[in-house]
T-cell receptor
Framework: QKEVEQNSGPLSVPEGAIASLNCTYS??????FFWYRQYSGKSPELIMF??SNGDKEDGRFTAQLNKASQYVSLLIRDSQPSDSATYLC????????????WGAGTKLIIKP | DTEVTQTPKHLVMGMTNKKSLKCEQH?????MYWYKQKAKKPPELMFV???????INESVPSRFSPECPNSSLLNLHLHALQPEDSALYLC??????????????FGEGSRLTVL
């Protein structure tokens, strides 16, 4: 059974601090890794994807991938109250082109 | 502005009704998806169309019937639903190339309530 694990939270972070969200996955053959943000009552929105080991930065967001340890993380620098949302980690692997395996999501709360 | 448009945004139906959810995308994507999402759960894949052909059916009950009339449109026909089918139904699209299929663009969703 392919699994993606996330801490459900809530993760509470002061405004301006770095929020660190983590995700582990069970299928060592996984190739592509995605972070979606979902505000309450809204649909998920893709914010980062990463395909290679290492870091990928986009504005205040950094995705980190470590395939040897089978984890992927999302860092949010200078956290803002508008970053408060649920963050979903999703993974697909070889032979699973259309079938993402989703984590349960981490609820992030940024406190002013 | 979202480039994946879903209608209606809200739908209330009885268990004997027939209704349809509609989705339209103008991103040139050749893969389109229906997901179901319950509160505090991740999205759950229902169907995938790739190049207008049904590619994946995740053992969804026959009371849900998908249709892809062309590369921009996706419908979900609903008949004889149960109260437990109440959920947010999400349409998404993506490129159909293997490295990009996880880069999903979601519509705003149709919130369905079955009485």
């Amino acid at each position: 059974q392919k699994e993606v694990e996330q801490n459900s939270g809530p993760l509470s972070v002061p405004e301006g601090a770095i929020a660190s969200l983590n995700c582990t996955y069970s299928d060592r053959g996984s190739q592509s890794f995605f972070w979606y943000r979902q505000y309450s009552g809204k649909s998920p929105e893709l914010i980062m994807f990463i395909y290679s080991n290492g870091d990928k930065e986009d504005g205040r967001f950094t995705a980190q991938l470590n395939k040897a340890s089978q984890y992927v993380s999302l860092l949010i620098r200078d956290s803002q109250p508008s970053d408060s949302a649920t963050y979903l980690c999703a993974v697909n692997g070889i032979g699973s082109n259309y079938q993402l395996i989703w984590g349960a999501g981490t609820k992030l709360i940024i406190k002013p | 502005d979202t480039e994946v448009t879903q209608t209606p945004k809200h739908l209330v139906m009885g268990m004997t009704n027939k209704k349809s959810l509609k989705c339209e995308q103008h991103m040139g994507h050749r893969a389109m998806y229906w997901y179901k999402q319950k509160a505090k759960k991740p999205p759950e894949l229902m169907f995938v169309y790739s190049y207008e052909k049904l590619s994946i059916n995740e053992s969804v009950p026959s009371r849900f019937s998908p249709e892809c009339p062309n590369s921009s449109l996706l419908n979900l026909h609903l008949h004889a639903l149960q109260p437990e089918d109440s959920a947010l139904y999400l349409c998404a699209s993506s490129s159909a190339t293997s490295t990009n299929t996880g880069e999903l663009f979601f519509g705003e969703g149709s919130r369905l309530t079955v009485l």
